[in-house]
């Protein structure tokens, strides 16, 4: 092992170095699309609870870990807790997963990539263009009773949702499931009857059949006041209703355009394997030139820049009309449109935003001196970046994304289909704001990829001694050839879509879920346990000296009890062994 281990330049290196590797698609890509899927507002609040109760504890420990260890994870774990005690399962583990998020992660960037690029040469015009002509076509040629109902239609698809949602949650989890199961059958044209001897589907069935007239009530009522609103309002001005009529037609052209073109890149192995290598290649450039010179000093200059980004972003959203829609969305909590299970989702990604459970934090923080202090101060300040930055790019999206008629809850495509769809209406300025919006998308990503990167190729360096160019070059190349299977996995004509027969995930969504659901969450519940129960109350003492008791009391408290439970809670209902919304059901009915 070197006896020259490097460092971080300063302390604000660290920092930045560390909050750029949390920052990324987790935080740009990811939290706003489940927080549009989970209904904004209270989602919020339980994740900003996630964050502090569980997050920011695990977090600490990390860094502890990594300064006590003064080594990457494995190796810092064969330090600390010896080399027979088999605590390195964790460091393994983790560099397993490094190398697992590293494939699919450079795909997603790549995609970045390719989009900056086709928003440097204005993808979106040509689209823009014609559908503008066709929207003017409709609107010369529908009849106004068309109009009528394409506007009824618009207007009303959220409430008509929100109905069914809200109607829904008379039914316990497993009675919904039960009729699911049931009118699938139904559907494939089974006998009823026959299926109703089972008494669990016969009960589902007769549940959800007698309570069907109430959900059809709802919804012809709310269709019945659109219309009667949207014919008022075509007597009153008609040209007003063909204003929408175009616009929600011209809305509807581009988006459809907007999807294939990201479908085409998606299905297309050749073109996602290019741009993630040219990524890899970049993140592999960072990395061989070491933690100060290349790390440290990539994340100083991107992370502002991405700052700077951002902000951009959200002041020209803050003059958009759907700024203040926006702003509800996020921070008014709506109980309404919460299930259970978002509590879950909220935990996992506070895991995979933090960069957490897979020592990534451990070999950051083994780059800085034992014993230096202020540990918990970076910490917070690397939890507050990181969640700052996650509501920014919600405020960035958001505005522009209600000031154009999209659905919040559009899911993975938000990025790549929804604003793309707003820069197109914009014109010009949308041109400019699609690359600043890609743009950071990437730096965002090349921030966290390199720290993946470091991650992996550090067992090299500090395990077997071998020079970091020629670790980062092997390690770097092989996750790169990984991702390829990745970038193929949507490709019809390499049938990665059914790589396991009879099984539905893609395997590019089977290594995200494998990741962000199981190794993440196990890695970082065997941390907890390891920095609260196990370490040696020492160097836990030694490397909160600079705390008051109070807070290295509630950090210890933390750890040992309130992550590691929470933690389990979520691996058990992902085994199946419990159901949170099952038990949260009867808990409130
Ligand atoms: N935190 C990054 C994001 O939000 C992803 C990431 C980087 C990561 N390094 C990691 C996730 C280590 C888990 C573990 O996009």
């Known amino acids: 092992m070197s006896q020259q281990r490097s460092q971080w330049g300063s302390r604000v290196g660290f920092i930045l170095a560390a909050s750029g590797s949390a920052v990324g698609l987790g935080n ?33 420990a990390e860094i502890m870990i990594g300064r006590a260890g003064q080594s990457q994870p494995i190796l810092a774990f064969h330090k600390i807790a010896g080399r027979r005690t088999g605590w390195s ?34 993808f979106t015009n040509p689209m823009a263009e014609q559908a503008e002509t066709q929207a003017l076509v409709y609107r010369a040629t529908a009849s106004d009773q068309d109009m009528q109902e394409l506007v009824v239609e618009h207007r009303t698809r959220y409430e008509l949702d929100r109905a069914e949602r809200n109607w829904r949650r008379q039914f316990s989890p497993s009675t919904w499931s039960h009729w699911n199961d049931y009118k699938s059958a139904v559907e494939a044209d089974a006998d009823p009857e026959k299926l109703k001897e089972h008494t669990g589907i016969a009960a589902a069935a007769n549940q959800v059949e007698a309570a069907q007239g109430q959900l059809k009530e709802a919804q012809d009522e709310i269709l019945k006041s659109s219309r009667a609103e949207v014919s008022e309002l075509s007597k009153a001005s008609p040209i007003e209703l063909r204003d929408e009529a175009e616009t929600i037609k011209r809305r509807m052209l581009i988006r459809d355009q907007v999807t294939s073109v990201f479908m085409q890149l998606l299905g297309d192995g050749w073109t996602s394997t290019f741009w993630a290598g040219l990524f890899m290649f970049i993140a592999i450039l960072v990395v061989a030139n070491g933690i100060s010179s290349g790390i440290e000093r990539t994340c100083r200059v991107l992370m502002p820049l991405l700052i700077l980004c951002i902000m951009t972003l959200v002041v020209y959203g803050f003059f958009q009309t759907g700024f203040n829609q926006a702003l509800a969305f996020v921070f008014k909590p709506d109980p309404t449109s919460l299930e259970p299970k978002s509590v879950l989702e909220a935990l996992g990604h506070a895991f995979f935003t933090l960069s957490l459970g897979m020592g990534a934090m451990i070999t950051y923080g083994s780059y800085q001196r034992s014993q230096s202090g202020g540990l918990v101060g970076e910490s917070v300040a690397i939890a507050g970046l990181d969640t700052g930055i996650a509501l920014l790019a919600c405020m960035m999206m958001f505005p522009i994304i209600f000031s154009y008629g999209q659905d919040p809850s559009g899911g993975p495509g938000l990025v790549f289909m929804s604003m793309p769809l707003a820069f197109a209406e914009m014109g010009e300025i949308g041109m400019l704001l699609g690359i600043i919006f890609f743009g950071l998308l990437v730096f965002a990503a090349l921030t966290s990829a390199i720290s993946i990167l470091e991650v992996v190729a550090s067992y090299l360096i500090d395990g077997h001694g071998w020079s970091r160019h020629k670790s980062v070059w092997i390690i770097g190349g092989s996750i790169f050839g990984f991702g390829i299977i990745s970038a193929f996995a949507n490709s019809a004509g390499f049938k990665m879509t059914s790589w396991l027969p009879g099984y539905g995930q893609s395997f590019f969504d089977t290594m995200d879920l494998l990741t962000s659901n199981w190794m993440l969450p196990l890695g970082g519940l065997l941390i907890a346990i390891y920095a609260g129960w196990v370490l040696p109350a020492r160097i836990r003492k030694n490397e909160l000296s600079d705390l008051s008791g109070f807070v290295a009391g509630a950090w210890l408290f933390l750890v040992r009890f309130v992550a590691p439970i929470l933690v389990i809670i979520v691996l058990l209902d992902k085994i199946g062994l419990i159901d949170v919304d099952e038990i949260s059901f009867h808990l409130m009915h």
């Open 89 to 122: 399962i964790v460091g393994w583990l983790g560099v397993l997963s490094g190398f697992i998020i590293g494939s699919f992660y450079i795909v997603v960037a790549g995609w970045a990539m390719d989009y900056t690029l086709k928003s440097v040469v204005g």
């Open 28 to 60: 740009i890509w990811k939290f706003p699309y489940i927080t549009g899927e989970n209904g904004g507002g209270l989602f919020v609040l339980i994740y900003l609870a996630c964050i502090i109760l569980v997050g920011l504890p695990i977090l600490v």
